[in-house]
């Protein structure tokens, strides 16, 4: 299926579930009294056309767009009070919305087109008729309650009109006892023959129009919804232009489709050449999950089917030493025991080809084209760069690849996030653009490929790229580069994934969220994937994402820990390997593990499990995992190494909260459940212990911050929220009371308002930023100062961050303040 | 009140408090009984407690269980039960008593609470039984929100829903 078939697939699922609540809902206007409900329904009902003309227009079906549109402006003049809701006009919602339903799987006529039109334009010039049909309606609206009136029993009309009007009840009846036309032509017959119908050429014309199709129904079994609708669409006309109100334009169309319609009467109609619609099936995820958890049980009952088929074979091998003396008896039993295997062995097999074809099967189902999934992003790029005051496109590529919907569901945040810097800050502003020779309208590109079980999602800006010297320049301010240090191009750029790393520009919207990239790279490497860049200066960054196809692992390493079993996914094991006594020691008070001429961390993983401390390099061979995750690599020590498997990672039931050590659990061949290891986490305690090591005063002295603000309510809020996550505070009511307090204290953050007496937040911040001792100190601005103008005045003091108070959620706050202390989360 | 009172000893607040839950039992009989709960009678560590039936999504044979490390002592593990892998607890540590050994635990009991699930490691499963949600007095010694009360014979009706809360808040505190 094309990226384009896809997308038609996803809006006829969703154009058939707007056209059904459009359906729902003018049927239940009828009854609705209260005039609020009723306001409500017919809002939603003016909203469900709207979105169903502008997704027909997306999809480019110009002829469902067009019909939604005269559906949309009639609810409109229905919204705004211009029209009464009834029943006429009802029925040419009603017929509209049966085009439209029509038109999801074949081409709209312009036949059909012209009758909603006729239908709608007839309902929309009611309200001057309306008072006076009003008791026409409601007689109406028995009609189809009662009998078939007799043709000519009930009518006795007076007037061509009343006999226009009598042509309704008998249009029911004609409903319910097809090809009993004989009623209808009756009453057509009597109007015709009216002395008074001379004056009405038109209607003349209409009753031929609908003589002519009934007399091509009469006897047929069946009448064609379609043919009835047009009929009863006639009547209305008739009505309409005996009570001296339809024009000739809308005469000569009813009586247009009735000659369609007629000439469809004897021939089928032909289908339209539009490509039908596959059928499909709506399926609830959580159904198809727990499809998929049955299909890994199945996976691992053929494990454990497998496991017996050994225990078999080594029975026998038992029994051949056991039996080889026994002659003939013994050949029986071994011969005997072989069929048994054989036999075992066969439906093994059987069982594991039918597990793995309803496995893919069931993992297929759950894959969709990533294009539908990726729309939402235009809207993001477009609200982000408006926010920038930039102007930006979004430009989406390899649409029709498919990607699981849960990976794809948990990548999603870590590819908004991408999407958003890259607006935010790849995008140059349109000035500077135009001063490199740019288009001013920005582009972010997200390319979407799958290769060997893995899709890609490539998030590329053509802005400025990344200046890497302010990367490096930052990461010395904040610590995180030592000075004089050269590192190359990639080196460099990864330094953008550590956690606290920023540079002074980062102080905009998405910075002051309070997430880093090295949230997007732990969110990623959860999901089994991996993030990348490159960049060019001048030319744009790009950024990769490798996500597994699909969440399943295949493969896993089973390790032992103390009496324990672990599970750790092959993806993150670069290697396992014996490390002999020699091949650990010490540096700065951390163990390192020499493993291919480098130096890795080194740990026991039983230690980083308990997050007790390292403990002293190891006396005797030890077994050891070198988990990698990108740059970031590290040895494990554990007690034993089992082997790899394959393991079926089951994640944790839904609404679990989330154990940081934990990616799931798997089961083995006899049943024992086993943890699967998260080796994100492993290897971010790993570091945390290290750190910790390194700096034992760290240990003894809580991270600092002060916070400046000239409201006490807000000062005691903050401070209470930093010194429940464990920082330790110190205050001041304004900026210069601030600047006296870090002449005298060291702390490792200041959070300060902006609006204050004396010396406000960007002067204390200027401030800060001149002097060579406190250049570096991150400065978060928390303030209710909320324009784009406001954040580049932030920006330009050389604020680290920037939170607008209405928006403060403390959870978000403290994350920010974690990176930016570098204090562990 | 005779100062030959066992619990003369103790402090006034105490006394008061184990004042009110014996008047809380004493209520009980007088109230006529309807039948209007099915509960499963479950045994932990020498507690007994009553799971509302309704809340009881399977119960199964405990094979495996599997370590969260860093996990809080209530937490024994995960559980794999029908294709779903869920935390287990065992009630009487998560109500403060001690661990059960693991070999004694043979029964898992999955709970629902909205889309939420929980396992409850049991050693042994006595019965369903048909009683009334007002024989359980709210005990006002019991200090564990997953417990909503207690009947004349000790055995506790847990909350479903605060079990799971309970569980879950503990499991994130542990992180």
Not at chain 1, 324 to 345: F, I, K, N
Request: net charge negative.
């Amino acid at each position: 299926m094309s990226g384009g078939d896809a997308l038609m697939a996803v809006f006829r699922d969703e154009a058939s579930d707007g056209l059904t609540r459009l359906a729902r809902l003018l049927l239940e206007l009828e009854g609705v009294t209260d005039e609020k409900t009723l306001s409500e329904r017919v809002r939603e009902l003016f909203r469900l056309a709207h979105s169903l003309k502008g997704a027909a227009s997306t999809v480019g079906r110009n002829d469902l767009t067009e019909v939604a549109h005269e559906l949309e402006s009639c609810l409109d003049k229905l919204r705004r009070g211009q029209l009464a809701p009834g029943r006429q006009l009802i029925d040419a919602a009603l017929t509209a919305v049966d085009v439209l339903t029509a038109g999801l799987s074949e081409q709209v006529s312009e036949a059909d087109a012209a009758r909603v039109r006729a239908a709608l334009g007839s309902a929309s010039a009611e309200p001057a008729r309306k008072a006076s049909r009003k008791g026409r309606k409601d007689s109406r609206g028995e009609a189809p309650a009662a009998p078939a009136p007799p043709p000519s029993a009930p009518a006795a009309p007076q007037t061509p009109g009343e006999v226009a009007f009598a042509l309704l009840p008998a249009l029911a009846g004609l409903a319910r006892s097809p090809g009993q036309v004989g009623p209808v032509l009756a009453l057509l017959s009597a109007l015709e023959a009216h002395p008074a119908a001379g004056a009405h050429p038109q209607a003349l014309a209409v009753a031929a129009s609908m003589r002519a199709v009934l007399q091509a129904e009469r006897g047929s079994p069946d009448l064609e919804r379609r043919r009835l609708e047009s009929l009863v669409e006639a009547a209305d006309l008739l009505q309409t232009e005996l009570d001296g109100g339809a024009t000739r334009a809308e005469a000569e169309l009813v009586v247009r489709a009735l000659e369609e319609v007629q000439a469809t009467a004897a021939a089928p109609r032909p289908v339209a050449p539009v490509a039908p619609a596959a059928e499909t099936l709506r399926v609830p995820v959580a159904l198809l999950d727990a499809m998929l958890y049955r299909v890994e049980e199945l996976v691992a009952t053929k494990l454990r089917l497998d496991h017996q088929r050994r225990t078999v074979e080594h029975l026998q091998d038992l029994v051949a030493q056991v039996t080889a003396e026994q002659g003939p008896r013994g050949v029986e039993v071994r011969q005997r025991l072989e069929l048994v295997r054989r036999d075992l062995a066969q439906e093994v097999v059987g069982l594991g080809l039918l597990a793995q074809v309803l496995q893919d099967d069931v993992r297929d189902v759950r894959m969709v084209q990533v294009g539908p999934l990726l729309e939402p992003f235009r809207r993001t790029v477009r609200d982000v760069a408006e926010a920038c005051g930039k102007r930006a496109r979004l430009e989406l590529v390899g649409e029709e690849v498919r990607v699981d919907k849960r990976s794809f569901d948990l990548a999603k945040e870590p590819l908004t996030h991408l999407v958003r810097n890259a607006v935010d800050h790849g995008l140059e502003a349109p000035a500077a653009r135009a001063k490199a020779g740019k288009p001013e309208l920005g582009t972010v590109r997200i390319v979407a490929s799958a290769q060997e079980g893995q899709v890609f999602l490539e998030v590329s800006d053509d802005g400025r790229g990344i200046d890497l010297d302010a990367v490096k320049a930052g990461a010395r301010a904040r610590g995180l580069l030592e000075a004089g240090r050269e590192l190359t191009e990639q080196e460099a750029l990864e330094l953008i994934f550590q956690p606290g790393f920023t540079t002074a520009q980062a102080a905009t919207t998405v910075s002051g969220r309070g997430v880093g990239l090295d949230v997007v790279r732990t969110n990623v490497a959860r999901l089994g994937g991996r993030v990348d860049v490159f960049t060019r200066p001048g030319e744009g960054a790009r950024f990769v994402l490798a996500l597994p196809l699909t969440l399943a692992s295949s493969g896993g390493l089973f390790v032992r820990v103390g009496r324990v079993l672990y599970c750790l996914p092959l993806s993150a094991v670069e290697e396992v390997r014996v490390l002999e006594p020699g091949e650990v020691g010490v540096s700065q008070s951390r163990l390192f593990a020499r493993v291919r001429g480098q130096a890795l961390p080194w740990a026991a993983m039983g230690d980083v499990l308990a997050q007790r401390g390292t403990a002293d390099p190891p006396a005797k061979p030890t077994p050891a995992v070198v988990l990698a995750l990108g740059e970031r690599r590290a040895a494990l020590a554990v007690d034993e190494l089992i082997g790899q498997e394959e393991a079926v990672v089951k994640a944790l039931a839904p609404g679990t909260p989330r154990l940081p050590l934990v990616a799931g659990a798997t089961s083995l061949a006899d049943g024992t459940l086993v943890t699967v290891l998260e080796p994100t986490a492993l290897l971010a305690s790993l570091a945390g212990m290290a750190a910790a090591a390194e700096h034992p005063s760290a240990r003894e002295r809580r991270a600092r911050v002060l916070v400046v603000d000239d409201t006490l309510t807000t000062r005691t809020m903050l401070a209470s929220v930093l010194e429940r996550a464990g920082y330790e505070v110190l205050v001041a009511p304004d900026g210069e009371a601030a600047w006296a307090r870090l002449l005298q204290e060291r702390v490792e953050l200041v959070v300060s308002d902006v609006d204050m007496p004396l010396l406000d937040g960007l002067g204390l911040t200027r401030r800060l930023r001149a002097s060579p001792e406190h250049a570096a100190l991150p400065v978060v601005l928390l303030t209710s100062l909320a324009t784009s103008a406001d954040r580049a005045k932030g920006a330009e003091a050389g604020a680290t961050a920037y939170v607008v108070k209405t928006d403060f959620d403390p959870a978000a706050f403290l994350q920010l303040v974690a990176e930016l202390t570098g204090a562990p989360r | 009140m005779s100062e030959a009172w066992p619990f003369a000893e103790l402090p006034p607040e105490e006394r008061a408090q184990l004042q009110a839950a014996a008047r809380e039992l004493a209520k009980r009989p007088e109230a006529a009984r309807q039948e209007d709960l099915e509960v499963l009678i479950i045994h932990s560590r020498g507690q007994t407690f009553a799971v509302p039936l309704l809340s009881v999504l399977s119960v199964a044979e405990l094979h495996s269980l599997a370590l969260i490390p860093r996990g809080p002592a209530a937490v024994r593990g995960l559980v794999s039960v029908r294709g779903e892998v869920i935390v287990a607890v065992e009630l009487a540590a998560l109500a403060g008593g001690g661990q059960a050994g693991l070999s004694d635990l043979r029964r898992v009991v999955v709970v629902a609470s909205g889309p939420r699930r929980l396992a409850i490691l049991t050693e042994r499963m006595l019965s369903v039984r048909a009683t009334a949600a007002s024989v359980f007095a709210r005990d006002p010694l019991a200090a564990h929100p997953a417990i909503a009360g207690t009947d004349a014979e000790l055995t506790s009706l847990v909350d479903p829903d605060a079990l799971v809360t309970e569980a879950f808040r503990q499991l994130e505190q542990a992180r």
